[in-house]
C-alpha cells in the first residue's frame, strides 16, 4: 500500500509521494510517519496534532498546560505544606541565556506561558527571549512551581538575567 | 500500471526530458530506456501536463515546451547547486506553516540543511501569532533547519544573514533597489517583499536547531495583496516588470544562504558586514525604537558584527539587539 519503494535510491524524496504519505497519516489515526531509505528520512505528523502557533512544540508541556491537573494538586497539598518552610533556599532560577527581549506569552492577546504559582514540568516553555527577531523559546530545567516571576513582559534581559524562581518537586 | 506507478514513471519521464527543450523524443525510445510500455508513457506523459508541465504530445512523440509553475521538489531540485542546504527537500501543496512543519521534523533528530517550502501556507507565522498572507502560486514559503555548532549567544544574527541573503537573491532580478530594514524584512521602494522569522530550540542552554523561515512575494500583483497590505508589499514581478520562475528563485535564495551560513560560525557577520550597512534601510536615519512599553530615538549609525543595531542617542551609543524600528520621516 505504500509506495515506499520508490522512495528508496532515489535522491530526493519525491513531491507526489509524499503527498500520498500524507493522505494516508490524514486518513488514518496514526499521528506521524517516518519513511527511511538509504540514510533519507522523511518525517509526516499529522496537523490535527499539532499545535497551530508551533511553539508549544513539546507535547509533553502542551498537556501539562491543557490539563488542569486537579487530581494531582490534591495529592501534593498535603505534601507542599512541611515543604514550604525550607522551600526558600530551595528556590531554582531559571536563567537567561542571552541577551534580548523577554515576552511571557507567544501572542500578544495570549496567556501567558506560565503564571505564578502554576506547576511546571521540566522542559516545558516558560517564555520567549528575543534577540534580533530571533525567537527563542525558553524551557525551564525544572519541574515544579513558578514561585516568582521576576520580569515584565516586553522588558530587556541581560545574561544570565534570573527570569523566573521555581519550587522544584 | 496502477495511478502511483503512473506518477513515478511520469517523474522518470520528467528528468529525462526535462534538461532538453524542444528535442522531440519517440515514446518508444523513451519507453525502452525506462523498461516500460508505449501507453504507459503515454499515460505518464499526460500525468506530466495535469502537473502543469507545457509538452507537445502525440500518440508517438513527445516535446518539452516549459516547466510547471510550481514550487515542487523536482523543479527547486532542477536548479540547485548547494551542497547541504537542499539537499534534502520536501514540498507540500498547502500547509498551516513550513516553520512549524519544519520544527517537528527537527524535534529530537534534526539534520542539517532539511528544506521545507508550501505553495501556500494557511496559517503562515509572522512574529508573534502574525500572520504572513501566503497565497498559492505566487510566492515562495521556505524553511531551513540548521543545527549551527555556535554558543547560544551568536545565534541572533542568523535572522540578518538570511535577510542578506535573500537581499542578495533579489538583486539579480531587481538591481539597486532592494534595502534591508534591520533585522529581519526585506523591503524595495519602502514596501515589504519579504520577511524573516528565525526560531531558535535549546536543549540544556544549547542549540538544538534553528528553524530559518521566509515568505517571499514574488509573482503577486498589487490587486493580488489583501486591501490591509496593498500599500505596505510588493513584489518581484511588480518592481522588475517580468513574471519569475519561484522554483529558480528558490534555488538560487538557498545557494546564497548555503554561502552566507558557511563562514557564520567563524566570523559571524564580520565578513558580511559592508554589504549589509549596504543594504541596510535604517543607518543615517533618525529612528525611533520601541521595546515592549519603552521608546527611545536616535540616529542608526552602525550595525555590529553580531548583528546588533548601534544607535546614537544624544551623542552616546546605544546597542540595540531588539524592539520595533520606526523611522522618523523628515518634514
Redesign the interface.
Known sequence: ML?IR?LAGDK?????????L?RLVEESDIE?LEVSSWG????I?H?NN?????FN??PVALEAIVKPLPVQAEAETPAEQPAAAKAVSNLKAIKS?????F?SS?????DPYVSVNQRINTGQVVCIV??????????S?YGGRIAKVLI?????VE?GQELFLVEPD | MNQ?EL??LA?QVLSYIRKKRKQIFAISTLAKKLKSESFDIYKAAKILKSWGYGLKLSKSEITFRHAADTL???EI?FYLKTKIIGQ??????SL??T???A???A?GDA?EGIVVTSEKQT?G?G????SWYSPEKVGAYISIIITPKIP??K??????MTALAAAETFEKYCPGKVKIK???DILIGNRKVAG???????K??KIDY?IVGIGININQKQKDFPQTIRKLATSLRQVSGKKINRAKLTAEFLQHFEKEYKSYPKSQLGGSLKRIRAYSSLLGQTIILK????SLTGQAIDINKT??LIVEVDSEKVTV???EVTVVKRP
Not at chain 1, 130 to 139: D, R
Not at chain 2, 88 to 93: C, D, E, P, T, V
Open positions: 509506495p520508490y530526493k524524496v519525491r513531491e507526489s509521494y509524499i503527498k500520498k500524507i506521524s533519507r528520512r522523511v518525517k505528523v496537523s499539532s499545535s497551530s502557533n508551533g512544540r513539546n541565556p542571552m541577551v534580548g527581549t515576552y507567544p501572542a500578544p492577546d495570549s528575543e534577540a534580533m527577531k530571533l525567537m527563542n523559546e525558553i524551557e530545567e515584565e513582559n516586553g522588558k530587556p545574561f | 502511483v506518477e513515478q517523474d515542487s521538489a523536482t531540485n534534502n527537500l520536501i514540498s507540500f501543496q498551516k506553516s516553520n512549524d512543519l520544527s517537528q521534523m524535534a539534520d496559517l507565522k512574529r508573534f501569532g502574525r547560544l549567544e545565534a541572533p544574527g542568523l535572522s540578518i534591520w533585522p529581519n524573516v522569522l528565525t526560531e531558535l530550540y535549546t540544556n542552554n534553528v521595546t515592549g512599553d519603552k548583528g546588533a539587539s531588539g524592539g
